[in-house]
């Protein structure tokens, strides 16, 4: 059974940072491209930063180029995400999901690329 699980998620202040992570099971994850997405209250689920299989390549979305920072550890199986200067709108419930779509360097930012969705993690950003 896989299983994607995030944790790191709380309250911080605007300007703060936050590491989130993300652990894998019962998959080949050294197979799987890995991305980050986010949903806040009233709004569309949006592509945040994602990474390929070897970490050899990662994509961020516009809006947070520059503050976050997407990794990987092929040997424990786990991605992070780490925010940094965070933002009143970077409130959002995170996920992390797993993909082994072969056109993902093309489609990586789109939902439906993912094989595999975590239950999200909290993320809530006061001003």
């Known amino acids: 059974q896989v299983q994607l699980v995030e944790s790191g998620g709380g309250l911080v202040q605007a300007g703060g940072s936050l590491r989130l992570s993300c652990a894998a099971s019962?998959?080949?994850?050294?197979?799987?491209?890995m991305g980050w997405f986010r949903q806040a209250l009233g709004k569309e689920q949006e592509f945040v930063a994602a990474?390929?299989?070897?970490?050899?390549?990662?994509y961020y979305a516009d809006s947070v180029e520059g503050r976050f920072t997407v990794s990987r550890d092929n040997a424990k199986n786990t991605v992070s995400l780490q925010m940094n200067s965070l933002e009143p709108e970077d409130t959002a419930v995170y996920y992390c999901a797993a993909s082994r779509d072969p056109y993902y360097m093309q489609d990586y930012n789109q939902r439906r690329t993912y094989n595999y969705w975590g239950q999200g993690t909290q993320v809530t950003v006061s001003s």
């Open positions: 019962g998959l080949p994850f050294t197979t799987y491209d």
């Open positions: 990474i390929t299989w070897s970490g050899g390549t990662r």
